[in-house]
């Protein structure tokens, strides 16, 4: 573990603000998924659904900070998706405090497989 | 012999995000028994109640799902009879030769109106780890975590549910146990067997999509078992442990660690061929689908892959 890690805080705020400029924030552990510490926390702010990255329920867009991704299904975030800033809320670790708003998949979603996504590239922590 | 034709659920092939997550999560903890790997990286499962070599097969990929879900027939003639009538049917069929799975013989796919492909095949070779034919003990492995007996039925979504219906039933020798009206269309529980289903289907516009695969529980002690299972290794769950109005099962909907959804699956009624179709109508459909709640939940309907 290098100094810069020890210095990152252990837990980091995420703001999901809603479609009236209404704001909810909870705190995401150190490491942890959007999605579940919300769900841990009892807040409801992004529609829960399967949890692991399939179903698409949870897709929000990030407007502030850094965050990682694990694997998201192809179906929902498409590569160009990813690229501004649409995950899935299950899928994805911050590493900074966050600003999320929703992002519900329209009609005009992709219903055909879109490329594969790749993940967000880890973010510069040697400051 | 009364029962010929399509015999059950002979697999189902599964996309997962992540393979060792997912051997994790369909080993360990459903406890099915890891068969082998392929050369091609799909992985093959199978549960300890099951004679055939597999049931379940894993493939990674870039989105979660159902890639196609095998009907074991009763014999190499049944197949030919059977992709007659398909072809008779206009359904384009393609075959898959021998080997293509390891162990299963050649099989014939097609794909369904609602996006689904199927596929029909007669042999598949024994396990090794089969239930034992002399003496026989419950089981030969002792069981792990859920202890799920077999794979049991799929539920899926997709347009042009009628359509896939009457083919079921005209080619394949299907019966609709039990129809939903869902104010226009039907969502169906189809069987080919003694089971309440085998396969069921509930319209939606967003063809090929995937709502669970179950797997077979004996008892309904065993469901509340995977409950505990699930709870102490925080798996999601969905609904449950609660019965469906629709076949009478014990239940419990849960998800894999990439979103798709399982069912532990016990009981249901006996279904004989004479048996009507039993009719839900749309404000009792949640009733019918979590008999005890009496409602369907918001994901029910929304959380698929
Ligand atoms: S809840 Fe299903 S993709 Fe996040
Ligand atoms: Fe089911």
Redesign the pocket.
């Given at each position: 573990m290098t100094v810069s890690a020890l210095r990152t805080p252990q837990r980091h705020r995420c703001t999901v603000v809603g479609c009236e400029g209404d704001e909810t924030r909870f705190e995401v552990g150190r490491g942890q998924r959007v999605?579940h510490e919300m769900i841990r926390r009892n807040v409801r702010a992004v529609?829960?659904?399967?949890?692991?990255?399939?179903?698409?329920?949870?897709?929000v867009r990030v407007l502030d900070g850094e965050y990682l991704t694990l694997r998201?299904?192809a179906k929902?975030i498409s590569a160009d998706d990813a690229a501004r800033g649409i995950v899935?809320?299950?899928?994805t670790i911050p590493v900074t405090d966050l600003v999320i708003e929703l992002a519900p998949a329209g009609h005009d979603a992709p219903s055909t497989p879109s490329p594969p996504t790749r993940p967000t590239p880890p973010p510069d922590t040697s400051t | 012999m009364a029962l010929t034709g399509v015999l059950r659920p002979g697999y189902i092939q599964i996309r997962v995000l992540d393979m060792s997550e997912a051997i994790v999560h369909y080993r360990d903890r459903l406890g099915l028994t890891e068969v082998s790997t392929g050369s091609d990286g799909r992985v093959y499962l199978k549960g300890w109640d099951e004679f055939d070599r597999h049931s379940v097969i894993l493939r990674e990929a870039d989105e979660a799902g159902m890639d196609v879900m095998g009907f074991k027939v009763l014999d190499d003639a049944t197949l030919n009879e059977l992709t007659a009538k398909l072809e008779a049917y206009n359904v384009v069929v393609d075959h898959v030769e021998a080997g293509e799975q390891p162990g299963v013989g050649r099989r014939v796919g097609f794909t369904i109106p609602s996006g689904h492909r199927m596929e029909l095949f007669a042999q598949m070779e024994k396990s090794d780890d089969g239930p034992q034919v002399v003496n026989p003990n419950v089981w030969q492995s002792e069981p792990r975590g859920m202890a799920v007996t077999r794979f049991d039925h799929a539920l899926l979504y997709g347009p042009a549910i009628d359509e896939v219906t009457d083919l079921f039933c005209d080619v394949l020798g299907f019966r609709v146990a039990e129809r939903a009206d869902l104010g226009g269309a039907h969502a169906v529980w189809l069987t080919c067997s003694n089971k309440a289903h085998d396969i069921a289907f509930v319209p939606n516009p967003d063809p090929g999509s995937f709502h669970h695969a179950a797997f077979y529980l004996e008892n309904v002690n065993d469901v509340v078992h995977a409950g505990d299972v699930m709870a102490y290794h925080d798996i999601p769950i969905d609904v449950g442990p609660t019965r469906h109005g629709i076949t009478r099962g014990h239940t419990i909907y849960f998800?894999d660690p990439c979103?798709n959804r399982n069912e532990v699956f016990a009981g249901g009624y006996t279904y004989y061929p004479d048996n009507p179709t039993r009719e839900w109508t749309t404000e009792q459909l949640g009733k019918g689908i979590f008999y005890y709640e009496r409602e369907l939940n918001d994901a029910f309907l929304s959380?698929y892959?």
């Open positions: 999605l529609p829960v659904g399967c949890r692991g990255g399939g179903c698409g329920v949870c897709r998201m299904s929902h899935l809320a299950c899928r | 998800f979103g959380v892959t």
